[in-house]
């Protein structure tokens, strides 16, 4: 429980002075530096008030009544206190006054309170606008909060109004100090935590983004995908195991469809359609973003469609955890001499990298192709890629210009 300094303290106002030459008494009340004050409604004149010990003195005929009504006020003003300290949750000098008077105080949410509020909104859309794993990403964030604020403020909760940039930054800290976790995690974190901040603004909770000036810190994540070269290696050489036959092929299928694993995984007869142009595309919508996506299939994916569908099924592949499917990669990149850690997510790397923009595909398809919901996602993501093929169209120039120099 968080330690509050509060004083009460009843003081005579001299700059007060009404028909009868009398003086009113107020309350004045302290909590950790911050003073306010109220009247107590009592008027006496100032012979009778005994500023040392605070109370109004014998000599006035009503002093044991006056008297009892300041020290029921006191009691009532500790009481208050204890009751919003017991509460653990941030507080103000205001607050207690306003609870002594009876008046009706504004409603005031607190961060963790909201956010959670926020939690069972978006609890009741999964299925409808999103994933239970989407869902699950916000609670975690949830209890990150509940601990943080426990570790940096040792309370329940604190109210929106206090939320501030340095918020941001302390809960940063906590998050790469406390649990350990990387930057892009931290980022994701923050960002979800920043959704129900914007909501509340919206309502009215909050006049401003109090997280306005906040900058993401940035990133930097070398995009890994398969070369020619290894993607080549990868379709040639020799594997005897049927598990990891499977496993390479529904690799490399990703690789020439860009899907990403939960996609492969559930792609079904019924989502691959012939198009505008009587060739087969791939139509379904992006498991991540619920976005549809249209892709035409090329011929080395469709060759494996139909080495994998079958009449039994409406499933087009066998089904495998994503855990066993990364184990596997590993085997076949030992097998065949592939010195990356390849995961699953490295073929949808390599589809927008090597199969696309090493094949001068503009950006644009290329977005329109992986499910981005938006340009700007692609580019941060591929900017390098572009500049690599950029760097080595040049060189390739480069030596054509320096040979017809020679020629």
């Not at 100090?177 to 923050?190: L, S, V």
């Not at 070398?222 to 529904?250: A, M, N, W, Y």
Request: glycine share 2%.
């Amino acid at each position: 429980m968080t330690k509050n300094n509060f004083k009460v303290l009843f003081v005579l106002v001299n700059n007060r002075t009404n028909k009868k030459n009398q003086k009113p008494i107020y309350c004045r009340i302290t909590l950790n530096g911050q003073r306010k004050q109220f009247s107590t409604g009592i008027n006496i004149e100032d012979i009778y008030w005994n500023s040392k010990s605070k109370v109004i003195s014998k000599s006035h005929k009503s002093s044991s009544i006056f008297n009892s009504q300041l020290e029921n006020i006191n009691s009532k003003l500790q009481n208050i206190f204890l009751f919003f300290q017991f509460q653990n949750l941030s507080f103000t000098a205001e607050d207690i006054i306003a609870k002594y008077l009876g008046k009706n105080q504004k409603k005031e949410e607190h961060v963790l309170s909201y956010y959670l509020k926020y939690l069972e909104k978006i609890k009741k859309l999964i299925g409808l606008e999103i994933k239970e794993n989407t869902y699950s990403k916000f609670f975690y964030v949830s209890k990150h909060l509940e601990r943080f604020i426990q570790w940096n403020f040792n309370k329940n909760d604190i109210p929106l109004r206090d939320l501030n940039l340095q918020f941001l930054d302390d809960f940063d800290f906590y998050l790469k100090t406390e649990k350990k976790q990387e930057q892009i995690t931290i980022n994701k974190t923050i960002q979800r935590f920043r959704a129900p901040i914007k909501l509340a603004i919206s309502e009215g909770y909050l006049d401003r983004d109090p997280f306005i000036l906040h900058k993401t810190k940035k990133v930097r994540k070398e995009v890994l995908f398969l070369t020619t070269e290894e993607l080549k290696t990868l379709e040639s050489k020799p594997i005897k195991q049927q598990r990891l036959i499977v496993v390479r092929d529904l690799f490399l299928f990703c690789c020439y469809s860009g899907l990403a694993f939960n996609e492969m995984s559930n792609l079904c007869k019924q989502n691959v359609v012939i198009g505008f142009d009587k060739t087969n595309w791939i139509m379904m919508k992006r498991e991540k973003t619920q976005r549809q996506i249209s892709i035409p299939i090329l011929p080395k994916a469709q060759n494996i469609i139909d080495n994998y569908k079958s009449e039994v099924t409406e499933l087009i592949f066998p089904k495998i955890s994503n855990q066993k499917f990364n184990s596997y990669l590993k085997e076949i990149a030992e097998i065949i001499g592939i010195e990356k850690n390849l995961t699953h997510h490295i073929a949808r790397k390599t589809f927008a990298s090597t199969v696309l923009l090493f094949n001068d595909v503009p950006m644009e398809i290329v977005s329109e192709l992986l499910g981005h919901s938006n340009l700007l996602i692609t580019q941060e993501s591929y900017g390098k890629v572009v500049q690599k093929k950029v760097s080595q169209v040049m060189i390739d120039l480069a030596i054509k210009l320096e040979t017809n120099k020679m020629d």
